[in-house]
Nanobody, 121 residues
Framework: VQLVESGGGSVQAGGSLRLSCEVSGTTVRSHCMGWFRQRPGKDREALAVLWIGGAQTTYADSVRGRFTISRDNAANTLTLHMNSLKPEDTAKYYC????????????????WGQGTQVTVS
């Protein structure tokens, strides 16, 4: 299983970005998929989870209402739409996958991408 993120870049505060995570070796719809980030000097932070098989999503308080997680089954891609970006959203963003969401949806991810940098100024 391989995950490859893209779409990062530099944006002004209040702007938007769309991150993509191309999945290979499995299907995006058959795994619990998540987006995470790591800000400089901080621990990795869970942002959003897309549950297997349906449209159920869960968001961290820090991004709820601003970020939207979705998937394109045909393209086998996970997406994170980010709106109203703030300087504190500056981080390296990662997508991750695990076979089941389980009782703890924020941990236990087996597969990770290499990350894509987002800088908000």
């Amino acid at each position: 299983v391989q995950l490859v993120e893209s779409g990062g870049g530099s944006v002004q505060a209040g702007g938007s970005l769309r991150l993509s995570c191309e999945v290979s070796g499995t299907t995006v719809r058959s795994h619990c998929m998540g987006w995470f980030r790591q800000r400089p000097g901080k621990d990795r932070e869970a942002l959003a989870v897309l549950w297997i098989g349906g449209a159920q999503t869960t968001y961290a308080d820090s991004v709820r209402g601003r970020f939207t997680i979705s998937r394109d089954n045909a393209a086998n891609t996970l997406t994170l739409h980010m709106n109203s970006l703030k300087p504190e959203d500056t981080a390296k963003y990662y997508c991750a996958a695990k076979r089941v969401c389980g009782s703890d949806i924020w941990s236990g991810y087996m597969y990770w991408g290499q990350g894509t940098q987002v800088t908000v100024s």
